[in-house]
């Protein structure tokens, strides 16, 4: 109740109050479907005893709504989260901020406000945003965006909020060499995956000289490594310092990669050549923050964290993701 009060969701007692709105929106797990304001009504006698109008109904779908469950989801990913992650390596940061995203199908009637992929997929689709600080505990952005616009065009549009010694982890729908340099310049941090296709330089005798996958490989296997890092540049110009660490995958996940990239490179008419095969071999991970602060077992450890975001958000995203695009649609 004190969350509804603090968003202005409650200012009155009401036959509608916040326990009762929560449950006909997010805990009706029997379907899958987004139910119309009538359905809503009757559920409401049925399950709860309290007779309301579709119009009464509609009224509580507002701006207080969506801050009402944004404070929910904050506190129920907080309590997940903290009981998964080490803090130790978070008290070394201001904020570590993690964004997510989760796509899915609407219906056609939105398709010139909020256009899908099309092909088979339908003309509207819509992408929430989600982005989470996990050591404040707070929601810093809950968006809904079209279902066509791809994650990273929606990296500008947050990075104004990111300050001095915040670090930024982000998957690779994120991935712009711009967004880095920009985070860099704020003296924030991130640790980031490495787009497959990105070049890795480093310097030799004053020159820059791309990174050889193959000799890395055999060089590693050689001496028993499975994990190591250099210092590298990425990107074009000017090119970005980080740290670059490398991970070997084992046998299966490297051959399922294969099959894939064989399967793909066959229907396109081309061959995987041996440089994408080497690479192929490598899980690589970036970051800016300096090895005396976060060493290298760490890195991988923390951006980890990510996939528990992603776990918990995506979880129960068949009904979730339609009562969350009802309400921001609706406010």
């Known amino acids: 109740m004190s969350a509804?009060?603090?968003?202005?969701?409650?200012?009155r007692e009401s036959k509608l109050n916040p326990f009762v709105f929560f449950d006909l929106l997010m805990y009706d797990s029997s379907s899958a479907k987004s139910k119309s304001l009538n359905q809503l009504a009757v559920e409401s006698i049925s399950a709860h005893d309290i007779r309301i109008s579709k119009q009464g109904i509609d009224k509580r779908f507002n701006n207080q709504a969506v801050d009402f469950l944004k404070i929910l989801i904050e506190k129920q990913l907080s309590v997940e989260l903290r009981q998964q992650i080490e803090p130790g390596w978070l008290s070394l940061f201001n904020r570590v901020i993690i964004k997510d995203s989760t796509r899915f199908e609407i219906p056609e009637v939105y398709k010139d406000y909020l256009p899908g992929t099309g092909g088979s997929s339908s003309k509207a689709g819509a992408c929430l945003q989600f982005e989470y600080d996990i050591k404040g505990g707070g929601i810093t952005d809950l968006s809904l965006t079209a279902g066509n616009k791809p994650d990273n065009s929606n990296t500008s549009n947050v990075l104004d909020t990111i300050a001095s010694n915040d670090l930024v982890i982000r998957d690779l729908g994120y991935f712009t060499f711009r967004s880095f340099s920009n985070i860099m310049s704020k003296g924030a941090f991130f640790i980031s995956r490495l787009m497959p296709k990105a070049r890795i330089y480093k310097m030799k005798d004053g020159v820059l000289e791309e990174l050889n996958y193959k000799i890395l490989y055999d060089m590693m296997k050689k001496h028993g490594l499975s994990r190591m890092e250099k210092?590298?540049?990425i990107g074009n110009e000017p090119k970005i310092p980080v740290r670059l660490i490398m991970e070997i995958l084992p046998d299966e996940v490297y051959e399922q990669?294969?099959?894939k990239s064989n399967k793909c490179h066959k229907r396109k008419g081309?061959?995987?050549s041996e440089k994408f095969k080497f690479l192929s071999r490598f899980n690589f991970i970036i970051t800016?923050?300096?090895e005396d602060v976060l060493p290298i077992e760490v890195v991988p450890a923390l951006y980890k964290i990510r996939w528990q975001v992603e776990l918990i958000f995506n979880g129960k995203q068949s009904?979730?993701?339609?009562?969350?695009?009802?309400?921001?649609?609706?406010a």
């Open 288 to 290: 800016n923050v300096s």
């Open 319 to 330: 009904v979730m993701q339609r009562k969350l695009f009802l309400l921001l649609e609706a």
């Open 231 to 233: 210092d590298v540049l």
């Open 270 to 272: 081309r061959r995987t």
């Open 4 to 11: 509804a009060k603090e968003t202005g969701f409650c200012k």
């Open 257 to 259: 990669r294969m099959r």
